[in-house]
């Protein structure tokens, strides 16, 4: 099949080019190449290739940035999906896009999870404008999947390596207890999207992270278990851990879990996030 891949520089899209060079033939683009933004070079380029998938990895990441970097965020999150959207109805082509557990407000009761389907109420501008993407997409064309995502890590700058680099410089550190949710291992959701795309699920909204809840805290602690680093972690509250490193951040979500019942009624593998960790640190040999 021909995909076409955008944002392919970045850490998920090293992955889903890992899970599908093999049986693909692949384009992948990034800024440089083809800036989603702008909608007739999106155009030109998608009725140039006709890919049967356009996979959009591309996307404004930095949370805390976000909340004062401007216009560029909504036309990187919302209008580039819309025209990677439109361009993909044109040619018949699938869009995949990847969006984010930020799209919820996060008040959730932490014995609970959100499904695809409740109410959106995201508390950050990255949030605000991945939901304004998702809606640009399902308003101009139907042949879409939405994976929505959450605490990624894989071949990039990512938590891990920071608690890894933070573990073997200090003897203690602080680490928020309060926020819930799923890190989920790029080369596993790469797998759900090859599975997926291979499976021919119906297209439509799913919840794409590793199985299991946390919190940034025990992260870090499985993190120092599984790699024998001996640094005492200190469990926090956002509120405390704000006023301790003296820093201004976007609002985070509290509860961010994502059930992912629908994808799983779809026979698809999600693995643990836990073994999911212990494979990821193996693969950077850290693992003891
Ligand atoms: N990293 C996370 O923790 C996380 C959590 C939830 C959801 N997600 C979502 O997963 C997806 C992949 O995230 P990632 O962490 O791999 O991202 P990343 O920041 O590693 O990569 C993003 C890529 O997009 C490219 N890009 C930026 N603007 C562009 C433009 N105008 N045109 C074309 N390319 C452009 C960048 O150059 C970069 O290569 C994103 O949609 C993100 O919102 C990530």
Redesign the pocket.
Known sequence: MKILI?????????SVKKRLEKENELIC???AG?????EQAVSKFVADCKPEYII???????VDKAETAGEIVE???AD?PGNLAKAAKENNSVLV??????VFGGDLDVEKDYNEEDAKAPVTV?GVT?LQGEEKIQANTEQYYIF???????D????VRTMLNLGEAKDEISVVADQHGSP?Y?EDLANIIGEAIEKKIPYGVYHTTNQGYTTWYDFTKAIFDYTGTSCKVNPVTTEEYIEMMKITQAKRPKNSQLSKEKLLAQGITVPEWEDALRRYLKEEGKMV
């Open positions: 955008t944002g392919a520089n970045g850490m998920l899209a090293k683009t990034d800024v083809l800036d989603i933004t702008d959009n990895c591309a996307a404004f990441t930095a036309k990187i999150n580039g896009h990847i969006s984010t557990d930020y990255y991945k929505r995502t959450a605490w990624l890590y894989g990039g700058n990512n938590f989920t790029a």
